[in-house]
C-alpha cells in the first residue's frame, strides 16, 4: 500500500495518477460544457487549482481524438501591443497546426487582427474534428488598455457569434483566468456591451465532507484512518479550503508516521505567528494581486474591514467591492451563505495594520504614476474649493466619539497632504463658505455658493470649480446651482461628498476631492462644462443624480440618464451623454433667485387634503409639490381626494406642482388616466425629473417669476410656471436616445 501513495504537489500542475487530486463538481461541469461546445471561462482565486483541471481536462479530450491547444498567455503579453501579441499567438498556435502564421494577415484594428487570427484558426482544422482552444493565465492581459482588452473581446463574441459557419462551430474557447470577462474593461463605456458569449465556471475552495477527506488522506503515511481523517479537517479549516494551501500543508504532515497532532500544532503556530512562514510568498502575491485593483482598493478593503469586523451587511456594499474580494480568494460564502473571511491565516495577517500598509503603497504607486503623467500637463490648473461642511469637512474626533467640525485652520491642515498628492496638476485655492451638516443647507446657502461660482466665472481666474458638500442635500445643492448658473457656463462646476470622514484612513474623502479635482482640471477635450456630481468614480449630471446609499463608497446614481464620464486612469467622458452644444446658452447667464415658502406633501395612504387647506387662504405660500407614490397619479377617494385640493390652490393663485417619489417614465405617465386627472384639474407635471431636480427647479422659476413678472396677470404667471417647468433647461428633463434632446 505504501507503494501506492499519492504525492502531494502544491507548486505546480499536477498528474492526477501520482498525486493527490481532490475532485470537485464543477471538474464534470466544465467537461460536459466542453463537449457541449459551450466556451468557457474558468476562473477562480490564485493557486486555485485550474491549471491542474486543465491539464486534466485536456488529457480526457485527446483520449477522444479531440484536437487541444493550450497557450500561456504570459509568454506573448510582454510584446509592445496588443497587435503584436496576437501576431505572436498566431504564430504559435499555426506551428502547433501546421500552418504558417503571417503577421502580416492581421487587420489594422484589434477587432480585425484577433478576428482574422481566429478564423486563420478555423481554417486549418482537420475536417471532422473539434479544436480546444485554452488560454491560460489570462489576467495578464489587464496590462494592455481597457479598451484594448474590450476591443479583443468585440472579437471573440463576433466570432463567436457566427457560429452558423461550420469552421468557426468547430474552434471552442476557453479563458483560464481569476476574473470573470466583464471585469477585465468593466470601466470602458461600450453602449450594453457585456460578454455574456461565455458560460462562467467557478472553482470554488476545498469543502469537508467525507469524500474530499478521503481524497487527501490517500496522501498520509500514517495508518490510522481515522487520526489522519481529523488532522486532514483541522487543515482544511486552517486553510479555508483553499486548495494551495491545503495542499501544501498536506504536503509537510504527510509523511510524520507518529506525532501528527504535534505536527499540526506546530504548523499551525507557524502560519499564525511567523512573517516568514511557509505561506509567506502565497501572502505576498495576494497582495501584488489586489494592487492590480488600483482605486477599487479602497472600497474593496472598505468592505474586507467590515466583513472581518462582523459589522457586514450583504445589501451594505457592491458587487464591484465583493466580487474581487472573492475572485482574489479573501473572502467566500459559508455553508450558510453568510460571507466571511476565507480562513484564519487571511484573517491574522490581513489585519487593518496590513490594509493601511496595502493602501500606502497603493498611495506611493499611483504618485509615481501622476508624476510621470505630469509631465504631459504644460501647466497647472487653478481649482477653486468650496468648503461648504458635511461629513467631508469633518474629522472623528476619538475622545467625542463622533464626527465633529474642525477648526477652518485645522481642517487645511488635514486638507494639504490629500491635495498635495495632485499639487502638480493643478493648484487648489481653499474658499471656506460655510461648516454645515448637509441636511441644514437652505436656499439662502444655495445662493452663496451660486455667488462664489458667478464671480469665478466672471473673473476667469480658475480653471474649474470643486464644492464639498454633505451628501444627504448634494443633489438639491448641485441641482439648484445648475438651475441659477444655466447651460453658459464654460467649466466644470463639481459637487462631491464623502460617507466617512477626513481623518478615516480607509475612508472616501481623498478619494473624492481627488478625483473631484481631476474632472475640474480637465483640458479642452475632455472637459464637462456642466454641474455635475463626481461620487467614487462616476460623474453624473447634477440635476440627473440622486443619493441611494448612506455607507456606499457608491453612495450616487443617476437612475434616467447615464452617467457623464467615468473615472479611470483617464477621464473616459460619454459625450452622447453631455449637453449639446447646440442646446447651450451663447452667454452665461446667473439668475439665483428661490421661492422658500413651498408647502411639500408626500402622498400616502390614509392623508386627508383638509388638513392643509386652512394654508391655501393664509396667502403665504409660493407653491406647492404633492409627490406621488407612482407616476404622478393622486387618490381620489372621499376625504382623501387631492383634486379638489389642487383646484382650491390654482383659485388662490398658487401652483401645484405633481412629482414622483421614484424617477417615471413620461410616456407611461401619458398614457395613464390616473396621471392625467390631477393635470385636468390645474396640475403641473414634473416628468421623469428626480425628487431633488423638481423640488430645486419649481423653488426656482418661481423665485424668477417673483423676480421678473411679480405683477402680471396670474394666467400669464401660471403660463410662464408651466412652459419654463417644461423647458429643458439644463438637461433635466427628457429620456436619454430622445432626437428631441
Not at 504570459?74 to 503571417?102: K, N, P
Not at 474581487?324 to 487571511?346: A, F, K
Not at 382623501?640 to 414622483?660: G, M
Request: hydrophobic share 40%; proline share 4%; with cysteine.
Amino acid at each position: 500500500m505504501k507503494g501506492q501513495k499519492k504525492q502531494f504537489c502544491p507548486r505546480a500542475a499536477i498528474s492526477c495518477a501520482q498525486c493527490v487530486c481532490v475532485s470537485r463538481i464543477q471538474d464534470e461541469e466544465f467537461w460536459h460544457a466542453l463537449r457541449h461546445g459551450d466556451h468557457c471561462n474558468l476562473h477562480a482565486a490564485r493557486q486555485s487549482g485550474k491549471t491542474t483541471l486543465t491539464y486534466k481536462t485536456i488529457q480526457r479530450l485527446e483520449k477522444e481524438g479531440n484536437l487541444c491547444i493550450d497557450i500561456d498567455l504570459s509568454t506573448h503579453a510582454h510584446m509592445a501591443s496588443m497587435l503584436t501579441m496576437i501576431a505572436s499567438m498566431g504564430q504559435e498556435i499555426g506551428a502547433e497546426l501546421g500552418f504558417r502564421y503571417e503577421a502580416s494577415q492581421t487587420g489594422s484594428s484589434i477587432i480585425d487582427a484577433w478576428l482574422c487570427c481566429l478564423e486563420a484558426i478555423a481554417g486549418h482544422i482537420p475536417s471532422g474534428k473539434r479544436l480546444y482552444f485554452f488560454i491560460d493565465e489570462f489576467d495578464i492581459i489587464r496590462r494592455f488598455s481597457q479598451s484594448d482588452v474590450a476591443d479583443f473581446f468585440i472579437a471573440t463574441r463576433d466570432f463567436i457569434n457566427t457560429c452558423h459557419c461550420a469552421e468557426h462551430s468547430n474552434v471552442v474557447i476557453t479563458l483560464i483566468s481569476v476574473l470573470t470577462p466583464n471585469e477585465y474593461f468593466m470601466d470602458v463605456d461600450l453602449g450594453g456591451f457585456s460578454c455574456s458569449c461565455f458560460r462562467d465556471i467557478y472553482l470554488p475552495s476545498f469543502c469537508s465532507d467525507d469524500a474530499v477527506v478521503a481524497q487527501l488522506a490517500e496522501g498520509f503515511e500514517h495508518t490510522d484512518s481515522s487520526l489522519v481523517s481529523r488532522i486532514v479537517r483541522k487543515i482544511l479549516h486552517l486553510s479555508g479550503g483553499h486548495p494551495y494551501l491545503t495542499t501544501l500543508f498536506c504536503s509537510i504532515l504527510c509523511e510524520k508516521t507518529e506525532d501528527l497532532d504535534d505536527g499540526f500544532n506546530a504548523l499551525e503556530y507557524d502560519v499564525l505567528n511567523s512573517v516568514q512562514s511557509c505561506v509567506y510568498s502565497h501572502i505576498t502575491g495576494m497582495r501584488r494581486q489586489l494592487l492590480d485593483y488600483d482605486a477599487r482598493l479602497y472600497s474593496m478593503m472598505k468592505a474586507f474591514h467590515r466583513i472581518q469586523m462582523r459589522t457586514f451587511e450583504p445589501d451594505t456594499f457592491s458587487p464591484t467591492d465583493l466580487g474581487p474580494l472573492e475572485n482574489v480568494g479573501l473572502i467566500h460564502r459559508d455553508g450558510t451563505g453568510n460571507i466571511i473571511v476565507s480562513n484564519p491565516i487571511y484573517n491574522r495577517w490581513f489585519n487593518a495594520t496590513w490594509q493601511k500598509s496595502l493602501l500606502d503603497e497603493f498611495d506611493q504607486k499611483r504618485d509615481v504614476s501622476r508624476k510621470g503623467k505630469s509631465a504631459k500637463i504644460a501647466t497647472r490648473k487653478r481649482i477653486a474649493l468650496l468648503i461648504t461642511g458635511g461629513t467631508i469637512g469633518m474629522r472623528h474626533d476619538e475622545r467625542e466619539g463622533k464626527a465633529v467640525f474642525p477648526q477652518q485652520e485645522e481642517y487645511e491642515e488635514l486638507l494639504k497632504p490629500i491635495l498635495k498628492q495632485i499639487s502638480d496638476i493643478v493648484k487648489v485655492s481653499i474658499v471656506p463658505i460655510c461648516q454645515k451638516d448637509g441636511i441644514n443647507m437652505t436656499p439662502r446657502d444655495w445662493i452663496d455658493i451660486i455667488d462664489s461660482i458667478e464671480s469665478i466665472q466672471k473673473n476667469k481666474n480658475y480653471n474649474g470649480v470643486v464644492i464639498a458638500h454633505g451628501t444627504d442635500t448634494m443633489a438639491f445643492t448641485a441641482s439648484a446651482t445648475a438651475f441659477a448658473l444655466g447651460s453658459g457656463i464654460d467649466i466644470p462646476i463639481v459637487f462631491t461628498g464623502a460617507q466617512a470622514t477626513i481623518n478615516n484612513v480607509h475612508g472616501d474623502t481623498a478619494m473624492n476631492l481627488i478625483r473631484a479635482c481631476f474632472v475640474a482640471a480637465q483640458d479642452e477635450k475632455t472637459r464637462i462644462k456642466e454641474v455635475v456630481i463626481c461620487f467614487d468614480d462616476q460623474v453624473y449630471r447634477a440635476c440627473r443624480a440622486q443619493k441611494k446609499d448612506d455607507a456606499r463608497f457608491d453612495g450616487f446614481e443617476s437612475p434616467a440618464w447615464p452617467a457623464l464620464a467615468k473615472i479611470t486612469e483617464d477621464l473616459l467622458v460619454n459625450k452622447i451623454a453631455l449637453l449639446p452644444e447646440g442646446n447651450r446658452d451663447t452667454e452665461f447667464l446667473c439668475r439665483p433667485h428661490f421661492a422658500e415658502t413651498i408647502l411639500n406633501l408626500n402622498i400616502v395612504p390614509g392623508l386627508k387634503p383638509f388638513l392643509f387647506e386652512s394654508l391655501l387662504e393664509q396667502n403665504k405660500l409660493d407653491g406647492i409639490i404633492l409627490s406621488s407614490p407612482g407616476v404622478g397619479n393622486i387618490p381620489s377617494e372621499r376625504e382623501y381626494n387631492f383634486r379638489s385640493f389642487i383646484e382650491k390652490a390654482n383659485e388662490q393663485h398658487i401652483p401645484v406642482l405633481i412629482t414622483s417619489q421614484i424617477p417615471i417614465n413620461p410616456y407611461t405617465a401619458a398614457q395613464y388616466e390616473m396621471a392625467l386627472a390631477p393635470l385636468i384639474h390645474g396640475a403641473i407635471p414634473a416628468g421623469n425629473m428626480t425628487q431633488a431636480a423638481a423640488i430645486t427647479k419649481f423653488s426656482w422659476v418661481l423665485g424668477i417669476q417673483r423676480a421678473s413678472y411679480g405683477h402680471e396677470q396670474w394666467a400669464e404667471r401660471l403660463d410662464f410656471i408651466k412652459n419654463t417647468m417644461a423647458q429643458n433647461c439644463v438637461g433635466e428633463i427628457g429620456e436619454f436616445g430622445d432626437s428631441e434632446k
